[in-house]
């Protein structure tokens, strides 16, 4: 198994979509210049009994073992209309009309089948469940668009993971606060959230209280604020081996549709290697994890496990998902949501997005933060 400084094992296992919402994040506020980032080497969909390569572009839709002959030519054409849509053009719509017309007539309108619609769905708009194919389709366009969009800036997949780990992510913005006059406190013990007339006005910890007028925290430390729910299962494996029909590749995420094993849940297996300095030499660990749907849990990801086998170490870990059940406007709490099974950061950073929406009454502008960026450190984007 190597050294114990060998490895950096996350608890909670998520890639970052390379022109996503985190990346964007990281550009505006600088935090890049303290990370070293590599692409994730594929993209895999689970459709029965095998993996294949997740296609997304023209060339890989006409080359894909997933569909036949006449599907591909479809999907192609699909793409073209889905790269080409411009919700301010209407001559790129084709008769849709993005507010009205649902993702479902969509895949009508292309003639595409259910196994092309389950991985276009999950693996291309990375949604959860079938709910949104009732919904207007532009939210669902411009998934694909972003998915595309990642994939055209690296080639191999849309996908990057920060070398040693997701733990350099919090260790980046820690020593950029330090810049600008943060503190942080680690392995403090928090006795009590301290509040006066309804507001919080600081924060206990081994008999000091350190005063705020807002404050940001996860469930854990107000669980009479919150609601539970659902729970998410998730199963770190340690493996000696690629996983198989990947090509070998170092690195992958596969996404086995919730049609493909009879769920309402996709799965999802998240794989990462010594490639990135989180493992041993030659050692592999791959993550699956799933909104638990019974009682028991683990059977639920057997179709993944079985992807993994052999499997040399295996350790599950069931979670309590939490929401929290007030905005936070009036006591200055501000609850951030539990992390969910999804392998990248959208879902997590649209929660970012809403607290500071809820904590300075006006929404996150990229563009905007973008400018002030440009205005404070120039144009380098390094």
């Not at 192609?76 to 849709?96: C, H, Q, S, W, Y």
């Not at 649902?102 to 196994?115: C, V």
């Not at 070998?248 to 990135?276: E, G, L, T």
């Not at 099974?341 to 990229?366: L, N, P, Q, V, W």
Request: some cysteine; glycine content about 6%; hydrophobic content about 35%.
């Amino acid at each position: 198994m190597g050294k114990g400084r060998d490895w950096n094992v996350d608890l909670v296992p998520k890639f970052l979509m390379a022109n996503g919402q985190l990346v964007r994040m990281l550009l505006i506020t600088q935090v890049t210049r303290y990370l070293d980032f590599k692409v994730v080497e594929g993209s895999f969909v689970y459709k029965k009994p095998k993996i294949h390569k997740v296609p997304s572009t023209e060339t890989e839709a006409l080359a894909s073992s997933l569909m036949g002959l006449f599907e591909k030519r479809r999907f192609r054409k699909f793409l073209v209309f889905i790269a080409n849509f411009d919700e301010n053009d209407p001559k790129t719509m084709e008769g849709v009309d993005p507010k009205k017309t649902t993702m479902r007539e969509i895949y009508k309108k292309f003639d595409l089948g259910q196994e092309v619609i389950d991985f276009t769905g999950h693996s291309l708009a990375l949604y959860r469940t079938d709910d949104y194919l009732d919904q207007p389709c532009m939210e669902a366009i411009n998934r694909i668009k972003l998915y595309s969009e990642s994939l055209a800036r690296y080639g191999k997949s849309p996908y990057l993971y920060p070398l040693y780990g997701l733990g350099e992510l919090p260790q980046g913005f820690a020593r950029l606060s330090a810049i600008y006059g943060g503190t942080y406190m680690l392995n403090k013990p928090i006795e009590e959230i301290v509040v006066e007339n309804g507001k919080v006005v600081g924060v206990k910890s081994e008999g000091e209280i350190a005063r705020c007028k807002q404050l940001i925290c996860d469930p854990s430390y107000v669980m009479d604020h919150v609601n539970k729910v659902g729970q998410v299962i998730r199963a770190i494996c340690i493996l000696s081996h690629p996983i198989a029909n990947t090509g070998d590749v170092n690195s992958c995420q596969i996404i086995i549709p919730q049609n493909q094993v009879n769920r309402k849940h996709d799965i999802y297996v998240c794989m990462i290697s010594f490639a990135h300095n989180v493992a041993a030499q030659g050692k592999y660990i791959a993550i699956v994890s799933t909104t638990a749907e019974t009682a028991d849990p683990e059977k639920e990801i057997k179709p993944a496990l079985d992807l993994l086998e052999p499997i040399e170490q295996k350790f599950v870990s069931i979670s309590d998902q939490y929401a929290p059940t007030d905005l936070g406007t009036e006591s200055q709490i501000f609850i951030s949501r539990s992390y969910d099974a999804t392998t990248h950061f959208e879902t997590t950073c649209d929660d970012i997005k809403d607290i500071y929406k809820r904590m300075t009454g006006s929404e996150f502008d990229f563009a905007e933060m973008e400018r002030k960026k440009k205005d404070t450190f120039g144009d380098d984007d390094s």
